[in-house]
Structures are given as C-alpha cells and as structure tokens.
C-alpha cells in the first residue's frame, strides 16, 4: 500500500531552518510528483512546492520562492523540504503529499498524503 | 494567483440531510477542482477530483458538480462520519491553491 513517511516534529527559533524528509513507499518512487502543503493551527491549507523525483525539477509558490528548497535523493527514495529564515508564522504541520498519475499524464491534486511534521519556531 | 473562496464558512446540518458546499474561483479553472475532507486531527484525504469524479472508496453520497468558476461539493444524505472540514483546491494553475475550508458540523 502507497504510504508517505515523514520526519518528526521539530522545535526552532527564528531565523532558523529546518529540513523535513519525505519517504514514500508501495510504488516507485520516481513516477509521481511530491507536493509540500503546509497547515498553521486552526488555518487551511497552503500550497508550498513540488518536485519532480525523476529529473529533481521543482516550482515553488511565490510566496515561499526565497525560502524554501526541495530536493530529492533518488537513491534513498526521499524527497526533502527544507525552510530558512524561519518567523513564528510558519509554525504549522507541513505534509508532503503526492501528486495522482493516470494512465497517460500526471495531475497536480493529491491522492496520498503524509501524516505531517509539526514545526515550531519559537525563541 | 487564483483566489478559491468557499462558502458558508460553515454549516449545522442533521444527519439524514443534504448539504451543498460551494467554491467560486476568481479566474476559470476549467474542470480542473478537487475536494478534500479533513477531520479534527488527521490528515487530508482526497474526494473528488477533476470537478465530478469521486476518488477511490468514496461514497455515492458525495457528487461534485460545476466548472469554470462555479463549483460545488453535494453530500444527499450525512452521515456521522461526514462531519468535517472540506476544502476545494484548483489544480489548473500555478500556484495551486485552496479554498479556505467549509466546516460541515452538527
């Protein structure tokens, strides 16, 4: 079964970064996209980035363009985001979660998800 | 970026009822909407997509109508497990976005 294994909850000051991981599982890895949602408590869902597995591409949302940075290491199945410059704002559960394929052509909606990595950026 | 605005924010409903939850787009998105539920303390999990086409063991109950601007997530008859927070997201632009969430309660 498709699962998406994240790593744990992490505690940062501001100005920090932190890099979370993310190892899929239940099929091969670089045939779907992986996509970084991130949820402030009590908020909704916000759209970070996603990246390619297969050639490392990524597109990141405007708003975390300057800092944030996914990458992939093919060889140990994992896609990994990492955020700089960390403010309390960003203080949330970030998800990764993959991107569905058909038969032909990938979408960008997500059909598996993670089960999140709590942040905490607090001095 | 496409703004994707849900209304109500939220909605008391009985089980047994109809609940129609709507999600307007600022620019078309085509057909290109998903709906995701989400329960307190879990995480997201995929309804419909592509407008209308439920997503793997998703009950009939749940249909998803609309498109360009204009779209809706109708559950026919509630049941206990349907109260939650649903969100619609586009996945015809970039960045994609979602909807602030509809919170379905009793």
């Known amino acids: 079964q498709v699962q998406l294994v994240q790593s744990g909850a992490e505690v940062k000051k501001p100005g920090a970064s932190v890099k979370v991981s993310c190892t899929p599982s239940?099929?091969?890895?670089?045939?779907?996209?992986i996509h970084w949602v991130r949820q402030a408590p009590g908020q909704g869902l916000e759209w970070m980035a996603i990246?390619?597995?297969?050639?490392?591409?990524?597109r990141y949302a405007p708003q975390f363009q300057d800092r944030v940075t996914v990458t992939r290491d093919t060889s140990a199945g994992t896609v990994y985001m990492e955020l700089s410059s960390l403010r309390s704002e960003d203080t949330a559960v970030y998800y990764c979660?993959?991107?569905?394929?058909?038969?032909?052509?990938?979408?960008?909606?997500?059909?598996?998800w993670g089960l999140g990595s709590l942040v905490t950026v607090s001095s | 970026e496409i703004v994707m605005t849900q209304s109500p924010v939220s909605m008391s409903v009985s089980p047994g009822e109809r609940a129609s939850l709507s999600c307007r787009a600022s620019?078309?998105?085509?057909?290109?909407v998903a709906w995701y539920q989400q329960k307190p303390g879990q995480t997201p999990r995929l309804v419909i997509y592509?407008?209308?086409t439920r997503a793997t063991g998703v009950p009939a109950r749940f249909s998803g109508s609309g498109s360009g601007t204009e779209f809706t997530l109708t559950i026919s008859s509630l049941q206990s497990e349907d109260f939650a927070v649903y969100y619609c997201?586009?996945?015809?632009?970039?960045?994609?976005?979602f909807g602030g969430g509809t919170k379905v309660e009793i």
């Open positions: 620019q078309s998105v085509s057909n290109n």
């Open positions: 990246v390619n597995p297969n050639d490392g591409s990524t």
């Open positions: 997201q586009q996945h015809n632009n970039w960045p994609l976005t």
């Open positions: 979660a993959r991107g569905s394929c058909g038969t032909t052509r990938c979408y960008n909606y997500f059909d598996y």
């Open positions: 239940g099929y091969t890895f670089i045939n779907y996209y």
């Open positions: 592509g407008t209308s």
